[in-house]
């Protein structure tokens, strides 16, 4: 007998896929023509500074445009708030060492996606506002261009790291992955990584029991599974 496909939970929507997808593809841009400016054998072997200087500046201003736009709409403004939402849960599962073993109830974002939003945002405002006194130095004093030359540096520096350690960790769960690409992730899979924003979408009761829970995905799912 032919197993039924395992439910499917709605994760994002197409508005705050094309904003992260949007905002992704400028981060990479900004992080590569960086890398170009900064680096004397890499501006030698791709050349055009001028170019590289022009498309890292107006990428830089360009990547709050999506987020912005995506504000206007709802589901975007939900996941916004849902991410700046810090609980004790949240600080929990931050101390915890078995964070990931689904004892501790995960809302839509577990407390390690909320640091990275957070220190994400904070720090695209910083080298924004660093990256404008950059490029406008008849607008500010010789003290305030070198000032934000040094933060912009440094700050860039350790937006990369998170960057790069977002990937290290979205590459390490494709399940994640496709939730983002595809807008759905299999119940199973919340009901272990997200709880608790399993049970607000699809009730407790469901393909996996409560007992089942903190099974690993990939276990059968229970009889009597919950309508789509």
Do not use: C
């Amino acid at each position: 007998m032919t197993r039924p496909p395992d439910p499917e939970l709605p994760r994002f929507t197409t508005a705050v896929r094309w904003v992260h997808g949007l905002a992704g593809v400028l981060v990479l841009v900004l992080i590569a023509t960086a890398a170009v400016l900064y680096n004397s054998e890499l501006q030698v072997l791709v050349g055009h500074r001028p170019v590289v200087e022009a498309v890292h500046v107006w990428s830089g201003f360009a990547l709050p445009v999506p987020v912005l736009a995506g504000l206007a709409f709802r589901s975007v403004r939900a996941d916004a708030a849902e991410l700046d939402r810090f609980t004790a849960r949240d600080w929990r599962w931050l101390r915890s060492r078995t964070r990931r073993d689904g004892t501790i109830p995960v809302g839509k974002f577990n407390a390690g996606q909320k640091l990275n939003g957070s220190l994400s945002a904070g720090a695209s405002a910083v080298l924004l506002l660093t990256g404008a006194v950059m490029v406008l130095p008849d607008l500010t004093p010789v003290a305030w261009r070198t000032g934000a030359t040094l933060v912009h540096d440094w700050t860039a520096l350790a937006f990369g790291l998170l960057v790069f350690g977002h990937l290290y960790h979205a590459l390490r769960d494709p399940t994640a992955m496709r939730g983002m690409r595809t807008g759905t992730v299999p119940l199973e899979w919340a009901r272990h990584e997200h709880a608790a924003w399993a049970d607000e979408l699809a009730g407790p009761a469901g393909p996996i029991s409560g007992s089942a829970r903190s099974g690993p995905p990939g276990s059968p799912p229970a009889a009597g599974s919950a309508p789509r």
